[in-house]
């Protein structure tokens, strides 16, 4: 009497030692890699104490200054005047220092001597990483990327 052997059942079955050898693997991986990760900041160091130094600086965000129609100045959506963001500008380079972006948006029916002053207090707070924000073509209610940045440095042309 022969004996039957359903191949399909057996050849369909997972299998499973493969990858608990690969779980294996990679909860050794991690735990050597934290462990020497944790040997960095094991040494009992008393730091010495600096005047000049700096803090931990937070993630820089990008600054937002809205400027309405008739040339009111908002950072974010609160209401300053000028000194008021000279102010607050100073402020952002103190926590972010090298590293404060700040984004220009500025109503198309705006005076441009509004965006000149609120440029000029971003390089006199020490900010060189200014952008002017404008809608894209097809959708004048949508955002387009940051059209121009700012840099005293470069002149721009006049067109054609």
């Not at 608990?20 to 730091?47: C, G, T």
């Not at 010495?48 to 200054?65: G, H, N, Y």
Request: glycine share 6%; charged share 25%; proline share 8%.
């Amino acid at each position: 009497m022969s004996v039957k052997i359903d191949k399909g059942r057996l050849a369909s079955g997972l299998e499973l030692t493969p990858m608990i050898d690969i779980v294996f693997l990679l909860m050794i991986f991690f735990l050597v890699a934290s462990k020497l990760d944790e040997d960095d900041r094991s040494l009992d160091v008393v730091l010495p104490q600096a005047a000049a130094a700096k803090p931990l600086t937070s993630q820089p965000r990008e600054f937002v200054i809205n400027i309405d129609r008739a040339g009111a100045v908002y950072a974010g959506v609160q209401p300053v005047n000028l000194e008021e963001l000279k102010r607050l500008l100073v402020q952002s380079v103190a926590d972010n220092p090298g590293r404060q972006t700040v984004i220009l948006r500025a109503d198309e029916e705006t005076a441009h001597k509004h965006v000149v002053a609120v440029m000029d207090a971003c390089v006199l707070a020490g900010i060189e990483d200014y952008q002017v924000q404008s809608a894209s073509e097809g959708n004048p209610g949508q955002e387009a990327n940051p059209e121009e940045e700012g840099n005293p440095e470069e002149a721009a042309e006049p067109p054609p």
